[in-house]
């Protein structure tokens, strides 16, 4: 027999939960942003959406499914199944941190603060929950296909990312590398810079788009669903030992930049998540492209 359905409800500590955990009570957290020219009710009243978005969201649940609540900080140690409906509840950055932790699952993002959210990945309402869920297993539901990037190490270690990949020094010092595409006849260039920053199309709506529109735009970006990725070089450092000629590009389905590490420690890390990341060190070498799995979100 096979098992019911189960919706994983992901979500995030609200701000309005950090203060108070950090200051003890509602009181002193109001009084230490009212010591900086901030009023608590903004923030609470914002706490208090997301938690009426969670219980909405959790009461259209149909109760013959499962249900399991999730916290950001603890996606690591999630182990998700086959069969499971993941609920995002919150921000559009919420989708991208668990999606390199899935294989297929249909994702449906719930937009906790209209408005304030771009509502790029979490596109829908809590009310719509229901319907949706339903959708999910009658076939009647639409999920676009978002591409991922990868990083591969030479020691097998691997990093999926829905929006980008950064590769560079911890501390943002200076990071020290090698890099060539593998198609591009054996050329590479010796680099210092402050890191590499490989997107997707999803990632375009982001931190990939603030280093296109430095560049002035001569690229084209990539569409959420297209298997392309562009590339950036941050701030590359000129030197008689260091070049500047390979700092940005695009690559399809089928080529991989190379990276080979001249730095004690770097770290590749993916949608910002610095405490989930790759260490590398002297000689070992990096491949990113797109990757194989794709992220399954509800539209």
Known sequence: MSLAP????????????????RHGTHGQAAFFLASRGRDIAEVAERHQRTRRALTAVASAIPLTWRQNRVERADLDRFLFAPEDVVVVVGQDGLVA????????????????????????????????AGPLLAATQSGGVRCDELIMVEAVAD????????????????????????????????????????????GTGTGATGWIRSVWQERGGRLRLPAPTEERLLWFVREAW??????????????????????????????????????????????QTLRVGVCRERLRLVG
Request: no cysteine.
């Open 238 to 283: 000129p030197s008689p030992a260091t070049g500047t000629s390979l700092v940005a590009g695009e690559l399809a389905a089928a080529n991989r930049l190379h990276l080979t590490v001249e730095s004690e420690r770097l770290v590749a890390f993916g949608d910002g998540m610095e405490t989930d990341a790759v260490e590398l060190t002297w000689g």
């Open 6 to 21: 189960r919706v994983v409800l992901v979500h995030r500590t609200t701000e309005y939960e950090e203060l108070v955990a």
């Open 97 to 128: 941190n668990v999606a390199k932790y899935l294989a297929g699952q249909p994702v449906l993002g719930i937009d906790t603060d209209p408005g304030r959210n771009p509502g790029v990945l979490v596109r829908h309402r809590a009310e719509d």
């Open 155 to 198: 020691d097998t270690q691997r990093l999926v990312a829905l929006n980008e990949i950064y590769l560079g020094a911890v501390g943002h010092q200076t990071a020290r590398y090698r890099l060539g595409l593998e198609d591009d006849g054996g050329v590479v260039e010796a680099q210092a810079s402050s890191g590499v920053l490989i």
